[in-house]
């Protein structure tokens, strides 16, 4: 039990010192194996000491992590969902893209379409999208908070009640079975329901690290909820979890 508090005690210390740690790193420094590694982060992420991501881990913030933070972690298969995601979108498809970092990567991949609207909330996907001539821009307005840089309130509620779109893609903090989906923010999940009630199709978009999380505040329902794209390695438990719901899942 020492030995294993102290391997712990190590393993926050280069977390403090870097902000992030590699499972095979730790595992040639430590002298134990990746298992026992994988163990150390799982008991110290659900102390909420850390985010674990594909091959290691992220320092933790007392709070939520910051949008720079959480691009870096999983990137490679926000990427890949990203790509798929925006190979989904139709010529002339009127989109709402939540914020988020998985859905800033569908921002990247738009440019094979010629025409198609854009309705955000994320003040990043709004920049990077903005100099592209074949995307009309809708952003939200309202109170921008700036851990998320992303827009919420009354004015963003108004907002988008006013408008239609054909498909959603919505960015999350978690997935619970028997629950639903999750973010930190409460603003943030009410702008969320608003989002899925003014849109035809409801696309999940969130990594596997996000599965059996959940936040602080609930979205919605599985019934809600179209469908989920994610990446392979989703467990076979959540993917059936996920079938019996009605809820369509998309591999990247």
Do not use: W
């Not at 102390?47 to 709070?63: E, Q, W």
């Not at 989904?88 to 498809?93: A, K």
């Not at 970092?101 to 025409?115: A, V």
């Amino acid at each position: 039990m020492k030995k294993t508090a102290k391997r712990r005690a190590l393993i926050l210390k280069e977390l403090d010192k870097n902000g992030q740690v590699n499972v095979q790193q730790l595992s040639s420094a430590l002298g134990v194996s990746a298992v026992t590694i994988r163990n150390d982060l799982g008991n110290l992420e659900k102390h909420n000491l850390l985010v674990r991501a594909h091959g290691g881990a992220f320092k933790m913030n007392k709070f939520a992590l910051t949008v720079t933070e959480k691009k870096q972690i999983n990137l490679k298969q926000k990427r890949l969902i990203g790509k798929k995601a925006a190979s989904l979108i139709n010529e002339g498809d009127s989109i709402i893209l939540d914020s988020g970092t998985t859905t800033f990567e569908i921002s990247n991949n738009l440019s094979h379409l010629k025409k198609v609207t854009v309705i955000s909330n994320a003040l990043d996907i709004i920049n990077n999208l903005s100099q592209q001539s074949n995307v009309e821009l809708m952003m939200l307005g309202g109170y921008l908070k700036d851990f998320s840089m992303s827009f919420v309130g009354p004015m963003a509620e108004r907002n988008l009640k006013q408008v239609y779109c054909n498909k959603l893609f919505l960015g999350i903090d978690g997935i619970k079975q028997n629950s639903g989906i999750f973010t930190y923010h409460l603003e943030e999940a009410y702008l969320n329901q608003i989002m899925i009630e003014m849109a035809d199709d409801i696309f999940v978009v969130a990594d596997s690290s996000k599965f059996k999380k959940s936040g602080r505040a609930l979205i919605c329902g599985f019934d809600k909820i179209n469908k989920l794209i994610t990446d392979d390695q989703i467990e076979d438990e959540m993917l059936e979890f996920l079938k019996n719901n009605n809820v369509e899942v998309i591999i990247a």
